[in-house]
T-cell receptor, first 116, second 115 residues
Framework: AQSVTQLDSQVPVFEEAPVELRCNYS??????LFWYVQYPNQGLQLLLK??????LVESINGFEAEFNKSQTSFHLRKPSVHISDTAEYFC??????????????FGKGTLLTVNP | NAGVTQTPKFQVLKTGQSMTLQCAQD?????MSWYRQDPGMGLRLIHY???????DQGEVPNGYNVSRSTTEDFPLRLLSAAPSQTSVYFC??????????????FGPGTRLTVT
C-alpha cells in the first residue's frame, strides 16, 4: 500500500516571501506524483505532475516541485508568493504497478495562507 | 466542454434517507471516480470505474453504491444516510490513455450534510 504525508497542515507566509510545502510518500513500487490546488469553495485543479524524465517540474504560475527518489519526497516550492496563491494544496501519488492511473492516494493537505 | 459536472451543489438529508449524487463528464473519459473530502483527512477514494459497466471499490466504499451504464455518467447512491457521511463529495474523470492519461479532472463538489 502507498501513503502520502504532508508534513505541515498550515503554512502562513507574507506576500512575496518564498514558500516550501513538504510532501513525502511511501510505496513499494514506482509512482507518479502530483500536486493539486483547491481554491476556497472550488474543486481540485492539477498544479503539476511528475511522470518521468527531469526530476524538476514546473507549473505555469511559478510553482515547482522536485522529485527526490532517495528521500521519497516531492516538495512544492515557489520563490515569491502572491495573495492569490492562498489555497489548500494536496500532494497525491498514483501506483504504477497495477496501471492504476485512475486511483490517487492523497495527503491530508496543506493550507497555504498568504498575508499582505 | 463543460468538463465534469456535479449536482446538487448542496444537500441536507435526515438520517436514513436515500439520495443520488449525480456526476457527468463530456470529455469521453474512460475512468471516473468518487472521492470524499473531510477536514484534516484529505480526499479518500470511495468507488471508481474503468469503463461503462465496470466498477470497483476504493478505500471507503461502505454505505455507497455506484453504477456506470454510460461513459458519461457515474452516479453515487447513498441508500440510508448516516451522519458519518456528512462530507464534501468530488467526482473526477481521467482519459485513461494518451499523454494526459494520468491527469484527473475534478468536478466542483457536492456538500452533503446528514442530520
Amino acid at each position: 500500500a502507498q501513503s502520502v504525508t504532508q508534513l505541515d497542515s498550515q503554512v502562513p507566509v507574507f506576500e512575496e516571501a518564498p514558500v516550501e510545502l513538504r510532501c513525502n510518500y511511501s510505496s513499494s513500487v514506482s509512482v507518479y506524483l502530483f500536486w493539486y490546488v483547491q481554491y476556497p469553495n472550488q474543486g481540485l485543479q492539477l498544479l503539476l505532475k511528475y511522470l518521468s524524465g527531469s526530476t524538476l517540474v514546473e507549473s505555469i504560475n511559478g510553482f515547482e516541485a522536485e522529485f527526490n527518489k532517495s528521500q521519497t519526497s516531492f516538495h512544492l516550492r515557489k520563490p515569491s508568493v502572491h495573495i492569490s496563491d492562498t489555497a489548500e494544496y494536496f500532494c497525491a501519488v498514483s501506483d504504477l504497478s497495477r496501471g492504476s492511473n485512475y486511483k490517487l492516494t492523497f495527503g491530508k493537505g496543506t493550507l497555504l495562507t498568504v498575508n499582505p | 466542454n463543460a468538463g465534469v459536472t456535479q449536482t446538487p451543489k448542496f444537500q441536507v438529508l435526515k438520517t436514513g434517507q436515500s439520495m443520488t449524487l449525480q456526476c457527468a463528464q463530456d470529455m469521453n473519459h474512460e475512468y471516473m471516480s468518487w472521492y470524499r473530502q473531510d477536514p484534516g483527512m484529505g480526499l479518500r477514494l470511495i468507488h471508481y470505474s474503468v469503463g461503462a459497466g465496470i466498477t470497483d471499490q476504493g478505500e471507503v466504499p461502505n454505505g455507497y453504491n455506484v453504477s456506470r451504464s454510460t461513459t458519461e455518467d457515474f452516479p453515487l447512491r447513498l441508500l440510508s444516510a448516516a451522519p458519518s457521511q456528512t462530507s464534501v463529495y468530488f467526482c473526477a474523470s481521467s482519459p485513461g490513455q494518451g499523454q494526459r492519461s494520468y491527469e484527473q479532472y475534478f468536478g466542483p463538489g457536492t456538500r452533503l450534510t446528514v442530520t
